[in-house]
């Protein structure tokens, strides 16, 4: 998804009047920046929340298992071919993070005390955004399995400082700054027991002066992030609006417990640059990606794999709930 990400140590550049899509690149680049001192922090802090794993025998055997359901699952994926375009890879250049990597880099989990996925409708939405907020939420805890809490929507006191909004050539709209929302909004109401709180807005965000807009910021450290529907195209069609909103929950959840992004197949964890690229990206994560989401929540494959047909045949997502359903008797 449009975001930071852990690994790229690309220059800054500075904002320059350019074709929009190649603004995109550079909101990207600048917000690594950020992202990698969230990591940085978080690391650092995070060693004293994170589970430890269960004893090493046990730790193997499950490994073992999950390397084999991995391999079970590989041929509904498609491996990640050569960018074209503006694609996400093009522009950076990443060195991905397989199973066996992000079980090595100590990567941050749910713990007891910290089990619950948090979202909150934050701002005004229009009836249509607040339906598929509803069930993204409901894609989350199938995804995660963890339980997730939706909060009361919470309105943004207007009006905001000069600091805090703007009005620019590149939005037709006020838009309002991701610290802000994070640190005076979010912060201030995050439970004791958030593994992760999610606020999603309809308005559209910028992180600084630097940037024209951004898709949405999270601070690891603080377990709080922000992510606009604005640029999401709701006005398009339902299932697509549906489908993007669901990828990008996913993906920056992911983020949220250290995983990096995939290069190695067409993944809901992969970067994306347009929405273009993100509508090409399943709603599901691939095997290397998978395994990270069973061996971080302890979720059985097939049992997790009903659970999201089921839900996708709920929500009028068939496609997904055929393959959903696919992929649990394929795992079992
Ligand atoms: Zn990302
Ligand atoms: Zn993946």
Redesign the pocket.
């Known amino acids: 998804?449009?975001?930071?990400?852990l690994n790229s140590r690309r220059p800054r550049r500075k904002p320059h009047p350019l074709p929009q899509v190649v603004l995109t690149c550079l909101r990207h680049e600048r917000l690594i920046a950020l992202f990698l001192i969230f990591a940085t922090i978080f690391l650092t802090s995070c060693t004293n929340t994170v589970e430890t794993p269960a004893a090493n025998a046990t730790v193997k055997d499950d490994l073992s298992k999950i390397h084999a359901a991995m391999r079970k699952i590989e041929p509904f994926f498609k491996p990640m071919g050569k960018p074209e375009g503006y694609d996400w890879l093009g522009s950076h250049n990443e060195p991905g993070q397989t199973f066996d990597e992000y079980v090595a880099g100590d990567p941050t989990k749910p713990t007891k005390q910290r089990n619950k996925i948090y979202v909150l409708p934050l701002g005004t939405f229009t009836s249509q955004q607040k339906k598929v907020i509803d069930i993204t939420a409901g894609y989350l805890e199938a995804f995660y399995g963890l339980p997730v809490k939706m909060m009361a929507a919470k309105a943004i006191k207007r009006p905001l400082s000069v600091k805090d909004s703007r009005r620019t050539k590149y939005s037709k709209v006020e838009q309002v700054r991701t610290g802000y929302l994070m640190e005076d909004v979010l912060k201030p109401i995050l439970p004791g027991d958030a593994a992760a709180l999610i606020a999603f807005t309809n308005e559209d965000l910028f992180p600084d002066e630097t940037m024209n807009y951004v898709f949405g910021q999270a601070s690891l450290e603080e377990r709080v992030g922000v992510w606009s529907l604005y640029r999401l195209g709701d006005h398009a069609s339902y299932d697509v609006f549906l489908r993007r909103t669901l990828k990008i929950a996913a993906?920056?959840t992911?983020?949220m417990f250290s995983m990096r992004?995939c290069i190695k197949y067409e993944c809901v964890?992969s970067?994306?640059n347009y929405l273009g690229e993100t509508d090409r990206r399943p709603i599901d994560a691939c095997p290397e990606c998978s395994a990270k989401i069973w061996w971080l929540t302890g979720a059985e494959p097939a049992a997790r794999y009903k659970k999201l047909a089921e839900f996708c045949r709920n929500n009028g997502l068939a496609h997904e709930a055929d393959e959903f359903t696919r992929k649990a008797a394929a795992v079992r």
């Open positions: 998804m449009n975001c930071p990400n993906h920056e992911g983020h992004h964890m970067g994306t």
